[in-house]
């Protein structure tokens, strides 16, 4: 009796639910129970300390809203699609985001950009830093929203305080001039404290035209580009010659 309240006093009140159940089990397993009490404890707090990294992650990653989950581990390296694996290897330190870099992936649709974006991102998750995903096209329709109802500053800031900022289909979206004002005020945040990462089929020296205003155009390619690890994808759709599987290619 008295191990079942030191249980729920664990669980309930101290929110201890890893070590309570590692608890638990040590009193099922009679293997564990031959274990010597410094033991027993040491392996009661590892179960708790790797829940609440699996649960942070858990909602580090419900946070984020990736549009898929991808992990580093699973890029496939044998399709001839100009994907240099010392570049991903390194990129998937998070090294960059420490130093407040950005990546640029393009290429054509469906050789896996959104996927690759995706899998550095939910690697920013695993090493705890804050992420969030957006369309460019959502995200300036966020933006268009929340000035017309007042709430333009606490979007501003909730982006500005992720480490990591996927910006998924650059110029598949026309601007207004005010979506281009705000994507620099975003860019600006985040020049020398945070990190961007951009997908987009178009190439980087059609950026400015794309952008249309010449001196926001600069502003922003000026704090984008020149701090940023590019990656030039190439080839035909992954989803046609891998028979469209949603696993390996998303976009």
């Known amino acids: 009796m008295l191990i079942k309240q030191t249980l729920e006093k664990l ?3 101290l929110k201890m639910k890893g070590m309570a159940q590692a608890i638990e089990d040590q009193c099922k397993n009679k293997s564990l129970q031959s274990l010597d009490f410094e033991e027993r404890l040491g392996l009661a707090v590892d179960a708790e300390i790797n829940d609440r990294d699996s649960r942070k992650l858990d909602r580090s990653l419900r946070l984020a809203k990736f ?3 991808a992990c580093p581990e699973d890029i496939d390296y044998r399709a001839k699609r100009g994907l240099n694996k010392q570049v991903m290897s390194n990129l998937v330190t998070c090294d960059w985001m420490v130093k407040a870099q950005n990546v ?3 290429g054509p649709t469906g050789v896996g950009k959104t996927w690759l974006s995706c899998a550095l991102g939910v690697q920013a998750a695993r090493k705890g830093y804050s992420v969030i ?9 966020e933006l268009e929203i929340a000035y017309g109802d007042g709430s333009l500053v606490k ?3 909730k982006i500005s305080k992720a480490t990591l900022l996927i910006l998924d289909d650059w110029a598949l979206a026309p601007f207004t001039e005010r979506g281009r004002q705000e994507l620099l005020e975003i860019v600006d945040d985040r020049t020398g404290s945070g990190s961007i990462l951009i997908t987009s089929q178009l190439p980087v020296d059609q950026w400015h035209e794309y952008l249309g205003e010449a001196t926001i155009a600069d ?3 000026d704090r984008l580009v020149h701090r940023a690890h590019r990656i030039e994808l190439r080839g035909e759709s992954m ?3 891998q028979g ?3 696993d390996i290619v998303e976009e």
């Open 11 to 13: 669980s309930i009140d």
């Open 67 to 69: 549009k898929t989950i």
């Open 104 to 106: 640029i992936i393009t």
């Open 133 to 141: 995903y957006k369309r460019l096209s959502r995200l300036l329709e």
């Open 155 to 157: 979007l501003r800031n």
């Open 219 to 221: 502003a922003i390619l």
């Open 239 to 241: 989803r046609k010659t």
């Open 244 to 246: 469209l599987n949603e």
